[in-house]
Nanobody
Framework: QVQLVESGGGLVQPGESLRLSCAAS????????QGWYRQAPGKQRELVAR??????VDYGDFVKGRFTISKTGGKNVYLQMNSLKPEDTAVYYC???????????????WGQGTQVTVSS
């Protein structure tokens, strides 16, 4: 069974930093499109950052150079968030497109989310 498990969320003050981690586990044949999304109360889920085809990184417009996505070992993805603002408060979700076998379809998987709260 494929799982994406996020960690690293928490409560920080404005201007501080956090590093989120996402570990993929289970039977994974291919993995791609790894990224981070977030959802604040009463708002739609939005893209934070993701690796698209060819290794190109897409960032949400609000990022403005404050966040950096990275990955290691093909399965783990990270989000370094600097200069956090109160409006960055949200649940952050890890996402990846995964196939569990040669002839199996590619499906989108989501983690359970990790809460990030930015408040003084």
């Amino acid at each position: 069974q494929v799982q994406l498990v996020e960690s690293g969320g928490g409560l920080v003050q404005p201007g501080e930093s956090l590093r989120l981690s996402c570990a993929a586990s289970g039977i994974i044949f291919t993995i791609s499109g790894q990224g981070w999304y977030r959802q604040a109360p009463g708002k739609q889920r939005e893209l934070v950052a993701r690796f698209s085809d060819g290794g190109v990184v897409d960032y949400g417009d609000f990022v403005k150079g404050r966040f950096t996505i990275s990955k290691t070992g093909g399965k783990n993805v990270y989000l370094q968030m600097n200069s956090l603002k109160p409006e960055d408060t949200a649940v952050y979700y890890c996402n990846a497109d995964i196939s569990i076998g040669l002839l199996r379809p590619i499906l989108a998987y989501w983690g359970q989310g990790t809460q990030v709260t930015v408040s003084s």
